[in-house]
């Protein structure tokens, strides 16, 4: 067990940095000048001097990656001189100095960000802590749906597999893996939150906190988040149906599963207590994967619900190129996507004892 987490802690940090890499040189050979994005129309050579200077942006391209790197770097180096880009500032990078030389200090820290292009200076960890979690409650909200509807309709599907109740099924969820997310957004906000609006009660556009018609404070509102996470969820909830049925047949035709008829065990007994555990391992592979792409995927749908998310964050840094907002977001994906990949194998391992962990 320690064996396969030192190195499944290894492999993640060489693809976080691989992502970290090919993200830093993405960004860095679009056209334009980050520092004339800053300005904006205010830009003259004494303040375009001073911000590539503040920023590191007068460097070269690899000293520029280094010090994305370290800044990056949950320890990094700071030298003492004040006109340098890695001068340790508290405030800027927050954190506690674990040792220091004549030159040089070393600190212990969260990753810093950096800050946005167009948002006064606002830190991007800042904007990212704020938008996070209303999108990582949207994707549970919509993996539950998926996981809730889909592992009940595959089941029955495989116990009356070949049925018209099958077929009908089949039909589904051949439909919602093929329907495109901001289609589908499109298409249920008009239905449901203008159309049906008097039945349903579910507005067009909508977060998840609120201020109320008085203005008089915040408030928490679900019910928006109702329709975004079932469009969120119809696609993993179409390979969910799909996976669950196939896996459940799978299982049921194995020699253990024939013994448990045999001795006279009802369906119930057997779909529940011995074949529904082992089913369950190639959807829980889907679901991993779905989750960590529904906070990329979700994009589209927290912009046309209005959703202030982390997916509607991005789309407004890509409108106004603030692109260290871009890249955090990324980076924060990516890690996330790492993470899930390291807790799905330990469920493996709880659904299915003969995997072992190595």
Do not use: C
């Amino acid at each position: 067990m320690l064996s396969y987490f030192i190195n499944k802690i290894g492999y993640s940090f060489f693809t976080l940095f691989g992502v970290i890499t090919v993200v830093f040189i993405l960004f860095n050979i679009l056209p334009g000048d980050p520092a004339r994005m800053m300005l904006d129309q205010n830009e003259n050579s004494e303040q375009l001097a001073l911000i590539k200077k503040k920023y590191g942006f007068d460097q070269p391209l690899t000293n520029q990656y280094l010090y994305y790197l370290n800044d990056l770097s949950p320890v990094s180096f700071h030298k003492n001189n004040q006109d340098h880009y890695t001068f340790y500032n508290k405030e800027k990078y927050g954190g506690t100095v674990l040792f220091e030389t004549s030159s040089y200090k070393v600190v212990l820290k969260t990753p810093y960000l950096r800050e946005s292009f167009q948002k006064n200076g606002k830190k991007v960890t800042d904007i990212i802590a704020h938008t996070l979690p209303s999108t990582v409650f949207l994707a549970v909200f919509a993996i539950g749906i998926a996981m809730f509807i889909g592992v009940i309709l595959g089941v029955l599907s495989a116990l009356y597999a070949n049925s018209f109740f099958d077929r009908i099924t089949a039909f589904i969820s051949t439909l919602g893996m093929s329907i495109p997310s901001f289609f589908s957004a499109i298409l249920f906000a008009w239905i449901f939150g203008f159309v049906l609006h008097e039945y349903t009660n579910l507005n067009m556009t909508g977060s998840l906190y609120e201020v109320d018609d008085f203005g008089e404070g915040v408030h928490l509102s679900i019910k928006n988040s109702i329709l975004p996470a079932f469009v969120l969820g119809i696609r993993p909830l179409g390979v969910v149906i799909q996976l669950m049925r196939n896996s459940l047949l799978e299982v049921l035709n194995q020699e253990y599963i024939r013994t448990a008829k045999a001795k006279g065990l009802s369906t119930y007994n057997i779909v529940a207590k011995h074949a529904l555990k082992n089913a369950l391992n190639p959807v829980v592979t889907a679901v991993s994967g779905w989750f960590a792409s529904m906070l990329a995927g979700a994009v589209f749908v927290e912009y046309i619900f209005g959703w202030n998310g982390l997916g509607k964050e991005v789309v407004d840094a890509l409108n106004n190129l603030d692109l260290p907002v871009i890249m955090g977001a990324v980076i924060v994906i990516a890690t996330t996507f790492v993470l899930i990949t390291i807790l799905v194998d330990l469920i493996y391992a709880y659904l299915d004892p003969r995997i072992k962990l190595k």
